[in-house]
């Protein structure tokens, strides 16, 4: 028996609900198609809204042939079977299903072909490209995000289908509301379930009871190939950041339902460095044991150590000065503005009669002594600015004024 989701799918751009920003009147899909000039794509967005869809209604529209391959499951052998069998003088568009997952030797004997125009590729994924596809692939594409799906567009696809069901009015305005809510933007989770009702529930007087005893709410999850998860991990940054220790434990609650304690554990530690920095030190070694013993206890124990270290770090007094330090000495490479290392603290030594003796600070008073380390052409170039709203920076502002008042006196 052939799907719902499937025998259901749009077969003309204006078919498809929503996605205005590509297919609307003044969309670039919409534009390629008029003018029959289709570049390579790659469309990415949440599972179910419709990505594969929009690719073979391109293909229909432009009435090209067309060919699908699964990077996941498909062989070399199979992309060189289609290559084979282009067409002359006729669009030959390749769907190409997770492109995220194409291997590279694939990659390697596709991608002169996609220069050349024998085929047109247009690549399907949930996660986002910018993180997951090879370079090389990404700029011989363009890439287009497809939203997510809301819930008026929702609910125009549950009542086309439900008329062509014949069952508009045996479903009532509550249980559409159920089933759109539960689908969360998913429009071939949404036909599925309708199905389900279709096969399982007589088609007179249903009920939303009967529906909820076969279509459950799924639990909370957060799939961490998504945008969305990485919105969740910046939502938690933010949080600390601006010291909302509410807001902080309720991201990471959200994190916490995807498992994966690692992507987790990374962000921490950029938050820790780039956010609390010399403001507070010594939370470092204390993230790193929170972090340790959520690994150790994995989940659903992890989330006691994570909770704690979160209050910990949300409420912290914060300072970026390190961040912005390291910073600046970076965008001074990138500009080639380094000069040659001072000869005294090289790690030879030179018959010139001219070089200076290195001086060894532990050798002298309150073990510094005044000598050049940086290069000639940046000797006064200052990086680090203390940040006074803390405690510790204040101490360290103290000594960097001192070093700097005796330099002056020398």
């Not at 390749?94 to 590279?104: A, F, G, V, Y």
């Not at 949404?190 to 096969?199: D, F, P």
Request: proline fraction near 5%.
């Amino acid at each position: 028996m052939i799907p719902l989701a499937y025998s259901l799918r749009p077969n003309k751009l204006n078919e498809i609900i929503g996605q205005d920003h590509l297919i609307g009147a003044n969309g670039p899909i919409t534009k390629m198609i008029q003018y029959n000039r289709l570049s390579s794509l790659i469309l990415y967005g949440d599972p179910g809204i419709g990505k594969t869809t929009l690719a073979f209604v391109i293909a229909n529209e432009l009435d090209a042939k067309y060919s699908v391959f699964s990077a996941a499951t498909d062989n070399k052998a199979l992309l060189k079977g289609i290559i084979e069998n282009a067409t002359e003088n006729k669009q030959n568009i390749l769907i190409i299903d997770e492109i995220h997952r194409m291997k590279k030797d694939i990659q390697d004997y596709l991608l002169p072909f996609v220069e050349n125009g024998t085929v047109t590729i247009i690549g399907l994924t949930t996660i986002n490209p910018y993180h997951s596809v090879n370079p090389a692939v990404r700029s011989r594409t363009i890439i287009y995000k497809l939203n997510p799906l809301n819930k008026e567009n929702m609910l125009i696809i549950l009542n086309n289908t439900l008329k062509k069901l014949e069952l508009f009015t045996q479903v009532n305005q509550e249980i559409k509301e159920y089933l759109v809510s539960i689908s969360n933007g998913d429009v071939r989770n949404l036909l599925n379930s309708l199905e389900l009702i279709y096969n399982l529930l007589e088609k007179e007087n249903i009920t939303l009871d009967e529906v909820k005893t076969i279509i459950m709410k799924p639990s909370a999850s957060l799939d961490k190939s998504g945008d969305n998860y990485y919105d969740t991990l910046s939502g938690l940054q933010k949080s600390i950041r601006g010291s909302d220790v509410d807001a902080s434990l309720h991201y990471l609650a959200r994190l916490l339902f995807s498992e994966d304690l690692k992507p987790l554990i990374r962000r921490l530690y950029a938050i820790m460095y780039e956010d609390i920095g010399l403001a507070n030190p010594s939370l470092g070694p204390r993230l790193r044991a929170a972090c340790d013993a959520a690994l150790e206890l994995g989940m659903p124990e992890a989330r006691l150590p994570f909770g704690e270290i979160i209050i910990e770090m949300a409420l912290s007094p914060k300072s970026n000065s390190s961040y912005l330090a390291i910073d600046k000495a970076l965008k001074d490479i990138e500009e080639g503005k380094t000069g040659t290392l001072p000869l005294h603290l090289k790690n030879t030594y030179s018959f010139d009669s001219t070089q200076k003796k290195y001086l060894y600070p532990h050798d002298y008073p309150g073990n510094w002594v005044n000598q050049q380390y940086l290069p000639d052409v940046i000797k006064t170039r200052k990086y680090y600015e203390p940040q006074l709203t803390n405690k510790y920076e204040k101490a360290l502002k103290e000594r960097l004024e001192a070093i700097n008042n005796a330099k002056e006196t020398k």
